[in-house]
């Protein structure tokens, strides 16, 4: 059974920073790629930021210097750095396999107030 688990959410004011865990288990993330991505009520869920297999990143513009994915082969884990947080970076933030996006995570929660 696949299965991965995002963590590392919760509510930050405004220009703090997160650290969001993405762990799978019965995939190995060290040979496919990984993204995440953020929902907000009434838009789709849109990709944020991903890591594919060779360790190439990319980002949406509006995440662009603030945010970094990386990847642990060793703990089988991708991580995304979230700092100088804004509102509108608000949103559920999923894993997901790439690039069939085959497999999501149950999703955690990204609040930032004023």
């Known amino acids: 059974q696949v299965q991965l688990v995002e963590s590392g959410g919760g509510l930050v004011q405004t220009g703090g920073s997160l650290r969001l865990s993405c762990a799978a288990s019965?995939?190995?993330?060290?040979?496919?790629?990984v993204g995440w991505f953020r929902q907000t009520p009434g838009k789709q869920r849109d990709l944020v930021a991903s890591?594919?297999?060779?360790?190439?990143?990319t980002y949406v513009d509006s995440v662009k210097g603030r945010f970094a994915i990386s990847r642990d082969n060793a703990k089988n884990t991708v991580y995304l750095q979230m700092n100088s947080l804004r509102p509108e970076d608000t949103g559920i933030y999923y894993c997901?396999?790439?690039?069939?996006?085959?497999?999501w995570g149950q999703g955690t929660q990204v609040t930032v107030s004023v």
């Open positions: 997901a396999t790439l690039p069939r996006r085959s497999y």
């Open positions: 019965g995939i190995r993330f060290s040979v496919i790629g």
């Open positions: 890591i594919a297999s060779d360790d190439r990143t």
